[in-house]
């Protein structure tokens, strides 16, 4: 619990807490009052509109405040506070000025026409300094802010003061952005910086591990999301429902990382690992839909057609492209009714993954619609790369099959031109195009297809 205590001649706000490797318990500043004004302003007597108990509250929610006796701690040691602190030289310029002062000195010093090292150093660190240039131009330019109710502070920076070394949401976006385009080099490097910049970005572990994992390197991706998970974890907040967990910004650099490690496992061929991880998603976090997709694609993988075909099933309608993981267990167990059904259900909302699945060249994507499905299917090869590298010629002759098959050529087309229709009438409102492309990627529609192909494949 919070309590005060005497700073020199200042009160500071603390709270104890158990060092985890002495279990000595240390004393963690929390806030610090600097004068008999700030004081009384904290007391709620002043005419500021600002609430130090909320932002506090706010600001480290897992902390209990038993405020009434941090109000009396507060009334009995203010009378040795300063009448006046200089807020703005002591809390915001001087420490922006110290350290906007430590790496203009350093800046200054690494002079790569003057020293061979300086120019090493550099390059080495050309994409952090690529990435600094560009915030600082894009801090410049909207810089001549009028204040106003939104981006106002009180006289005493209790906002600046209290405001925590979270990542910004800038970086949360640019770290996405990197990935989506697998620049893999700038990830890595701003990853590395971000983690050392910013307090708990168990986040940029996650991508660590998947640079590594996409180059091949899955033992080092598998400690980065292992790492991940540990100091995702300390972020969790106490006292939440299973159900919120995803909902929850704070869970989710930990599920993540458990996700990642089940992949990382399984294209390791560690399939007991990887069940352990999908156990570990439901037990842990309530993550029962993610761990079930990852059982699908494992127990197919394992040769288990009757597991791996349920669990497939069970997401269809969440994830289609599970409908080629059920049509690969069907095939297996020898049920290609069932098997010729799914495969042309896959076909009709995710063409392009069914085609990479089978090795099959596909036109150049245009639009999201068709970028989304190749991804998928890229993410299909790697997810049962251990199947499809047993998967016997007889059933990739009958999955061939049925996509040349001319019902199935003559809706494939059709479902590309409905796609495109959709896109027209979005902005009229009309609906004709998008009820046919939902009809045409139903369960329903796939049963009724699949008997007219059953004949051209099957006679």
């Known amino acids: 619990m919070a309590y005060v205590r005497n700073h020199g001649n200042q009160l500071a706000i603390v709270y104890g807490e158990r060092d985890p490797e002495t279990r000595k318990v240390q004393q963690r500043v929390l806030f610090t009052i600097c004068s008999k004004p700030e004081a009384l302003a904290a007391l709620g007597r002043g005419e500021d509109r600002w609430s130090l108990e909320h932002m506090l509250e706010q600001r480290y929610p897992q902390i209990r405040f038993d405020w009434d006796k941090i109000r009396a701690g507060i009334e009995e040691r203010m009378d040795g506070l300063p009448d006046i602190y200089p807020y703005r030289a002591g809390e915001v310029?001087?420490?922006?000025?110290?350290?906007l002062c430590d790496f203009t000195?350093?800046?200054?010093?690494a002079d790569p026409q003057c020293m061979y090292s300086a120019a090493e150093l550099i390059r080495e660190h050309r994409l952090e300094l690529e990435y600094i240039r560009d915030l600082i131009d894009w801090r410049l330019a909207v810089c001549d802010q009028e204040p106003n109710e939104w981006n106002g502070d009180n006289a005493f920076f209790w906002r600046r003061r209290l405001q925590p070394n979270d990542v910004p949401p800038e970086v949360i976006e640019k770290m996405g952005k990197?990935?989506?385009?697998?620049?893999l080099d700038r990830l890595e490097a701003l990853a590395k910086l971000f983690i050392d910049c910013y307090d708990d970005y168990a986040e940029g572990h996650n991508y660590l591990g998947l640079v590594a994992q996409e180059r091949g390197e899955l033992e080092d991706a598998i400690e980065h999301f292992q790492r991940a998970m540990s100091e995702g974890r300390k972020l969790f907040p106490k006292r939440l429902a299973k159900k919120y967990f995803w909902s929850d910004n704070d869970t989710r650099p930990y599920m993540r990382g458990l996700r990642n490690l089940a992949v990382a496992y399984m294209l390791l061929a560690r399939y007991d690992e990887a069940l352990e991880a999908c156990e570990r998603m439901e037990r842990e976090c309530g993550d029962a839909d993610a761990a079930t997709t990852f059982r699908a694609h494992?127990?197919?993988n394992m040769g288990r057609w009757d597991e791996a075909r349920r669990e497939a099933e069970r997401l269809v309608g969440i994830w289609p492209e599970h409908a080629y993981v059920a049509a690969f267990a069907a095939e297996e167990e020898g049920d290609r009714d069932g098997a010729l059904r799914w495969f042309v259900h896959g076909l009709l909302t995710r063409p392009r993954t069914g085609r990479l699945l089978l090795g099959q060249r596909t036109s150049k994507r245009q639009g999201f619609d068709q970028i989304n499905d190749h991804n998928?299917?890229?993410?299909?090869i790697e997810h049962l790369e251990g199947y499809l590298a047993r998967l016997s010629r007889s059933s990739r002759s009958f999955f061939k099959a049925i996509l040349?098959?001319?019902t199935t050529e003559q809706l494939l087309t059709e479902v590309e031109e409905v796609v495109q229709?959709?896109?027209?009438?979005?902005p009229t409102g009309e609906r004709e195009a998008f009820d046919r492309m939902m009809e045409m990627r139903s369960v329903e529609f796939a049963k009724e297809v699949a008997h007219r192909v059953h004949h051209e494949v099957m006679p």
Request: proline share 3%; no cysteine.
């Open 105 to 109: 000195r350093q800046l200054g010093l």
């Open 298 to 300: 494992i127990y197919l």
């Open 404 to 406: 040349k098959a001319p």
């Open 421 to 426: 229709r959709r896109h027209d009438q979005h």
């Open 376 to 380: 998928v299917g890229i993410q299909e």
């Open 178 to 183: 990197l990935w989506g385009e697998r620049d």
């Open 93 to 99: 310029l001087g420490r922006f000025r110290d350290d």
